[in-house]
């Protein structure tokens, strides 16, 4: 049978941090201290599934079974040339406590624009939304691999907040990334463009950064693993965000969780094929 899930208590390690300056800083390239982190090369991909529903066109979408796909390429326009489809490849099998997920596909080439996101493809839980104060946590599970890592992406959880319960679920007040991969050397959105803290929660150690996007209007904190790619993550999510209250006066209680997204953001590369066999989430 499958372990119950660990909850760890978060051990803090602070950096020096100068107090953020409103900057609508987007994408900073990587330095010299900070390059990508590039496992031995991936073996042979897994057969490939059987695609049930494909989405081709930009925004694509679809859903089954709580969850929701979205062929989201919204940055296309910065590519030379490229495109991308994504697949529903299913539902999971059940886990031990009774969740069932889903399992999806998406291939990608992009060219010109290297440091321009071309394109973030999701699959989200679909919840009643809620301040983040009253949500008990956050249980996921991911496995996923990319069929190469000559790429330029990242694999992300994304979640938008906001005081406003009927926020459109495409920005918020705040957006707080966990990063299970950076390849190639994107970077995330950074005001200092180096970490403000070293973290461990849920059993890995990760770099904080901070900036602004949407033109300063939006506080984002990224979580990225110091020790290379995550393929298999299972961990309680809502553990993040009580780092983020407690160490970074994040205000829980007048913020909804709009989103709950896991997916990929795709700068320039391929041909690549990311296969997410197993991703399961819940807001409890």
């Not at 839980?125 to 599970?141: D, G, K």
């Not at 989103?259 to 296969?275: D, I």
């Amino acid at each position: 049978p499958r372990q119950q899930l660990l909850v760890s208590t978060p051990v803090i390690v602070h950096l020096p941090l100068t107090p953020p300056a409103l900057s609508p800083l987007i994408l900073t390239p990587p330095t010299q201290e900070h390059t990508s982190h590039h496992p031995h090369p991936p073996p042979d991909m897994p057969d490939t599934p059987t695609h049930i529903v494909t989405l081709e066109k930009k925004w694509g979408y679809h859903a089954a079974n709580g969850y929701e796909l979205n062929n989201n390429t919204w940055g296309s326009a910065a590519a030379t040339s490229g495109s991308q489809r994504t697949h529903y490849d299913g539902p999971t099998a059940p886990s031990p406590t009774g969740s069932v997920g889903i399992a999806w596909s998406t291939d990608w080439e992009w060219r010109g624009g290297e440091n321009s996101v071309k394109s973030y493809v999701y699959g989200a839980r679909q919840f009643r939304r809620r301040l983040v104060s009253e949500v008990a946590a956050l249980p996921t599970e991911v496995e996923w691999r990319y069929s190469t890592w000559d790429v330029r992406a990242n694999v992300a959880f994304d979640i938008f907040t906001d005081p406003d319960v009927e926020h459109a679920n495409s920005s918020g007040e705040y957006e707080v990334m966990i990063w299970l991969a950076r390849l190639g050397g994107v970077w995330p959105i950074s005001e200092f463009k180096t970490p403000i803290a070293q973290v461990e929660i849920e059993g890995h150690r990760w770099e904080v950064h901070f900036g602004y996007n949407h033109g300063g209007k939006m506080k984002v904190f990224s979580f990225l693993p110091v020790g290379g790619p995550i393929q298999s993550f299972r961990a309680d999510v809502k553990r993040f965000f009580d780092y983020l209250v407690a160490e970074h006066r994040f205000p829980a209680h007048n913020q909804y969780m709009l989103v709950f997204q896991l997916g990929t953001e795709a700068f320039t590369g391929g041909p690549a094929k990311f296969v997410v066999s197993k991703f399961i989430a819940d807001v409890q």
